[in-house]
């Protein structure tokens, strides 16, 4: 069966700082891949997908980047946060030529101070 | 641009009643309907997906879809105090690799 990591839970870090968020796969392969943010009580806001090794497709111009070094991994960055990136990160993925059905990971819940 | 319309409730029911949560969306082109849900502080839970025109049942819940009126809706029977979560409704255009998500309709099961 499939598993979908993220890393860490949680975090706190301070504007001007970087950021890292790492999310895995296991059990598929060439899945697509999402990073979702979700603000506090607000929608889920799609930044980035991914069909495959290297191809990120960004859907809101912002400080944060993403890249897919290997199939099953996904990583959103950010060289300095500002104080409006506190959310809710969440990595999804579905299966290619699948039934569009996401799947999400356990999230990792950022606070910009 | 692509929208995604639930009410915000909070949706109160007892325990045991049936609950109607709703969602409609702006484009004819959808083709893939899905509802979620998410507890306080948890990453959304895929419940059920639906296609095709008409009624799909899963246990307890119906996920209804109307493709004339774009309007999709879940029905929770024999609503427990564990169903109390936002329901989130996400729907798939024609062509797109991305789900396009509703803000969630939040529904409270009274014991």
């Known amino acids: 069966s499939q598993t979908i990591h993220q890393w860490p839970a949680t975090l706190v870090q301070p504007v001007g700082s970087p950021l890292s968020l790492e999310c895995t796969v296991e059990g598929t392969s060439n899945p697509n891949l999402y990073w979702y943010r979700q603000a506090a009580g607000r929608g889920l806001q799609l930044l980035f997908y991914s069909v495959g090794i290297g191809q990120i497709s960004s859907e809101v111009p912002q400080n944060l980047s993403a890249s897919r070094p290997q199939d099953r991994q996904f990583i959103l960055s950010s060289k300095k946060l500002l104080l409006s990136d506190s959310g809710f990160y969440l990595c999804?993925?579905?299966?290619?030529?699948?039934?569009?059905?996401?799947?999400f990971g356990p999230g990792t819940r950022l606070t910009v101070l | 641009q692509k929208e995604v319309e639930q009410n915000s409730g909070p949706l109160s029911v007892p325990e045991g009643a049936i609950a109607s949560l709703n969602c409609t969306y702006s484009d004819r082109g959808s083709q893939s309907f899905f509802w979620y849900r998410q507890y306080s502080g948890k990453s959304p839970e895929l419940i059920m997906f639906i296609y095709s025109n008409g009624d799909k049942e899963d246990g307890r819940f119906t996920a209804q879809l109307n493709k004339a009126s774009q309007y999709v809706s879940l029905l929770i029977r024999d609503s427990q105090p564990s169903d109390s979560a936002t329901y989130l409704c996400?729907?798939?255009?024609?062509?797109?690799?991305?789900?396009?998500f509703g803000k969630g309709t939040m529904l409270l099961v009274s014991p």
């Open positions: 999804a993925w579905r299966l290619a030529g699948g039934y569009n059905e996401q799947f």
């Open positions: 996400a729907v798939k255009e024609e062509g797109y690799s991305t789900l396009t």
